[in-house]
Each structure stands twice: as structure tokens, then as C-alpha cells.
């Protein structure tokens, strides 16, 4: 054979699978066939394509073979906020799954902008993802995006608006149950709730959870069902604050995050007031690094989005496979108990 030309840069140019079929004397159409292992291509062919394209170090490319496939092995995810605490250990997750199935993953960050969302669906869908994950930055429920209807899609964290989508989210009314029954279960009579910004979900519903537990205990909760807020430190050591000098009984509080949780601590000790032996404190998210760093270290109820991320990037395969589980999928959290 001839020797290959080589170009400007001195390598030589890839061989293509015209090439393969020139060597192994076959039609495109054929080594093609061969090599993607279709059916009605003789055995002894199959050995001629598959012999040239191994003298030829022939590498198949990828959206060329896509080409003669119903699945490209590739899915789309999308987050609204990369940088969220949030997104990251749903997003490894969903790809420890997708690994185990050797799917490859395409990620996008649409910055939490619709219109930048949807071009990036159509981008994705250009490059004929199998299905798409598509990962929001709060537990508030989101319209729909819009795809065409034979591509799968799974919403995680923040739960679809139409029932007849697939959502996966955490439950956080559960997460509410698990706080106050933990504080009820220490003794605790005297619980407030500390809460987040009312316009997210996962603030309304933690309320509706804690709430929950109170009413069945038959012990009303502090300053209110419900001490809404912001989320953060400065929130927290104000309302805890006031609280501690309204309520000299006080011995409980249910923060709305952990970074509630830890401005509430630094105003009870400013107040006077010992963390846990005269109030006990409950957060939410199970944050390492402010959980651990807190003095006490704090009990706090984990989201478990790892797994949240696991079991939606699992739907999505079956989805694919054509088992789809339609509807809201709330899953479990897990109250981690430590020092507060």
C-alpha cells in the first residue's frame, strides 16, 4: 500500500471508514454494519472489515456511529446554579449511576435563566441525547421544559409542576418531623421554629412537618407556628435573640438551615443560655463543614441528595429503557444526631 501523505503538522491524517471498506474491498454500507456488529453481514466479512480497520488504526467517530443507532450512550444534564451547595452531590450522584451503566454525561449550567435553559435543551437534543436530567437550585416546583415528547426527562430537586412528568425531590416535611420529634424526644416542651424565606417550598414545608409533630404532642410551639425569615447567620442570632429574652423557658429550637442553626447557637451563648443542656438546637442539610466547625457540633437532618441523585439518574435509565415512573417522587431524609 501506498504510504499515507502527511500534512503541515507532520502527522498523519485519520484513516475513515471509507478507507476500511477501500482495504477490506466492501461498501461504506457494509464495513459500517460490520463494525457496529449488525446482523446480515456475512462472518467472514465481518473478520475483513474488523482486520482493516485494526491495520488502519481506524477509531470510530462517534456521532458518525451515532448515526446508525437508536442510542447515542449520552445524557443531558442540566443544573440552574453550578455553584449551588445543592446541585454538586445531587449531580455526582446521578453520575456515580450513569457511570455504572457506562453512559456518558453532557452537563450544562443554564445560571438559573429560562431562555439560556431552553437553548441548551435544544443544544443537547442536537447532539441526540438519550434523555435529559434536569437538576433545579431550590425545592420550589418549575414548569416544564419543553422536549420533544419521545426524549425522556427526570426533574430532581426541584419537582416538575405537571404530574405526568418524573420528579424526584426530598421530603422535607418529613425533614420538619424528623427536627421536632428529635427535640420532643429529648424532653423538650418549650420549641420554637426559626425558620427560612417563606417563598421557598422547603421553608413552607419543614414549617408544615414541625407543625405536624407539635400538634400530635399537644404542645404549641413558641413565638408561633412559624418565625419566617432569611437564610442566614444574622437571621438567626436576632430571632434567637429576642426569643431567649421573650421566653425565659425556652429550651428548644428548630432552625430552618444550618446556617440558621448557627447563628442561633452564637446568640444563646451570648444570651447566656447553654447549648444543649438548657436549649437544644436541630438544623437542616447536614452541611459538613458548618455542622462540624459548630460549637456544639450540630444535629441536623441530611437531605441525602447523593442519593436523591442516584435514585433519579436510575429513573431515567429506565425511562430510556422504556420503564418510565411518572409522577412526584418524594424521598427520604435522615436526621444525623450530634452534640447541639
Known sequence: MAEQQRGDTGALPKSTLADVAR??????????????????????????????????????????????????????MITSDLDNRFVLPILLGAEDAFGSGSLSVLLADARDDVLREQLLVQTLLTRRVDGLLIVGRTTNSRPPATVPGDVPVVYVYAPSDDDADTSFTPDNVMAGRLAAERLLKAGRTRIALVNGEASYAAARDRAEGVAQ????????????????????EGWGRDCARLLASAHSDLDGIVAGSDHIARGVIDALREEGRRVPDDVSVVGFDNWDILVRESRPPLTSVDMNLDDLGRSAAQALVDAIDGRPRTGRHVEPVRLVVRES
Not at 25 to 43: C, D, Q, Y
Not at 213 to 232: C, D, H, N, T
Open 23 to 76: 482495504l477490506a474491498g466492501v461498501s461504506i454500507a457494509t464495513a459500517s454494519k460490520a463494525l457496529n456488529k449488525k446482523t446480515h453481514v456475512r462472518e467472514e466479512t465481518r473478520r475483513r472489515v474488523e482486520e482493516a480497520a485494526s491495520s488502519l488504526d481506524f477509531t470510530p467517530n462517534f456521532f458518525a456511529k451515532a448515526l446508525n443507532s437508536t442510542r447515542t450512550n449520552t445524557i443531558g
Open 213 to 232: 409533630a407539635m400538634e400530635e404532642a399537644r404542645i404549641p410551639l413558641v413565638g408561633g407556628k412559624s418565625l419566617f425569615g432569611q437564610w442566614g
